[in-house]
């Protein structure tokens, strides 16, 4: 392996991801699949969704995909989770209505972009799996937030039946009792 192991960042049910450095020191994400995991695809199915999604711009960018140790490694994204992000006290206290309504916007750009090309990503329902990476002027001062969609493990070509629209709706806006919602309609003002 080409990579250095420095840290792991998580541990899934079927995957642990770590952040590694190439022999030139830049850090990227490796994904790979755990001893225990019946799913032994990892490297295929998730490489080949998240190429997928690289071709319309969306997701971390893929540096390498390896069959024969069943890893992934991707573009290392510095963000935080959309919803470890709403749940802030920050978004409470520094975030402006104008800079979640351009992040949902954008969020809902890509996921149409994933529609048009029937991949359904199955797992964006709770925020978990799309980071919130901060944009900043010459200032060092933020000036927007940018998504960026993550974990295309159980991602799947559906022709015509996408949901992601429908999961980010849900979760954004329309689901009751989600407190991601409630933050978010309460940041907007919105009733539903």
């Not at 998730?46 to 390896?66: D, T």
């Not at 990503?121 to 001062?141: A, C, M, P, S, T």
């Not at 974990?151 to 989600?178: R, S, V, W």
Request: positive net charge; hydrophobic residues 40%.
């Amino acid at each position: 392996m080409k990579y250095t192991k420095i840290k792991q960042i998580a541990k899934g049910w079927s995957s642990y991801i770590w952040i590694v450095k190439n022999n030139k020191g830049k850090e990227f994400v490796l994904k790979e699949v755990r001893e225990k995991s019946p799913r032994k695809d990892l490297a295929k199915r998730e490489g080949k969704m998240l190429l997928l999604a690289n071709s319309i711009g969306v997701g971390p960018k893929v540096k390498e995909i390896n069959f024969e140790k069943n890893f992934v490694v991707m573009e290392y994204i510095k963000g935080e989770k959309f919803f470890d992000f709403i749940l802030s006290e920050r978004f409470d206290n520094e975030i402006t209505q104008i800079q979640v309504y351009n992040l949902i916007k954008e969020i809902y750009r890509q996921l149409l972009l994933l529609d048009k090309i029937n991949l359904s990503h199955n797992q964006l329902q709770i925020g978990k799996n799309i980071l919130v990476k901060k944009i900043f002027d010459k200032e060092k001062k933020v000036v927007k937030y940018f998504p960026i969609i993550i974990d295309f493990e159980k991602a799947t070509i559906k022709e015509n039946h996408t949901k992601n629209i429908g999961q980010l709706l849900a979760m954004c806006f329309y689901n009751p009792n989600g407190v991601i919602a409630k933050r978010i309609r309460e940041k907007l003002n919105l009733t539903i």
